[in-house]
């Protein structure tokens, strides 16, 4: 008898570790699954940014939308541009620099969705043979503008972001 009560005791210790870490996973909220550690502490986004759309006009960008950015970039451009550097052409990495002394500039959102949706050489004289085209039916418009507004805050925020040395 007694070995059988501490056998139930073992059991109902095991369903109460269950529960707890099921409570726990429960409670987290639903943002924090969605949120990139990395957009938090080197893009130093907790809240909503404002980014510049076009010259004159900015728009907001949640942590969570510069998140979902992030992954898209990870998924789909960083071999070519590790750290913000172009690795085929070194000379057009994804700095602000860079960006603002392409032609035409690709320093706002609207820029570099225009040339993620046909990508240019930087002087802008021919399409582009390297760079990956992001064809509408593959991201819509409000993936591809979280996707220009982590390259926009990385360039702007990142350490060693397009610089050589990453
Ligand atoms: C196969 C390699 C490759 C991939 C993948 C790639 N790129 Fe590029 N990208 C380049 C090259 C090379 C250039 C420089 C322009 C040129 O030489 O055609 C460039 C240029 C750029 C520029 C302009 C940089 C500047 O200084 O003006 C941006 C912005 C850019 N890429 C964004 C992206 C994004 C966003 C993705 C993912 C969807 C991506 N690239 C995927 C190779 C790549």
Not at 45 to 66: H, K, N, W, Y
Not at 136 to 144: C, E, F, I, K, L
């Amino acid at each position: 008898m007694r070995t059988d009560r501490k056998a139930m005791g073992g059991w109902w210790k095991v369903l109460g570790i269950v529960l707890v870490i099921w409570a726990g996973v429960a409670v987290v909220p639903v943002q924090a699954a969605d949120l990139d550690p990395y957009v938090v502490r080197y893009l130093r986004v907790t809240e909503a940014i404002e980014l510049p759309m076009t010259g004159d006009r900015s728009q907001s960008f949640s942590p969570v939308q510069l998140s979902e950015g992030k992954r898209l970039f990870e998924g789909s451009c960083k071999n070519c541009h590790l750290g913000g550097a172009t690795l085929p052409d070194p000379t057009a990495p994804l700095s602000l620099d860079a960006l603002r002394g392409a032609t035409p500039p690709r320093d706002t959102i609207a820029q570099l969705v225009a040339f993620m949706r046909q990508p240019m050489t930087y002087d802008g004289t021919e399409e582009s043979v390297w760079c990956r085209q992001v064809p509408d039916t593959w991201m819509s418009q409000a993936q591809v503008e979280n996707l220009a507004a982590f390259i926009l805050r990385a360039a702007e925020k990142a350490p060693g972001w397009g610089t050589a040395d990453f």
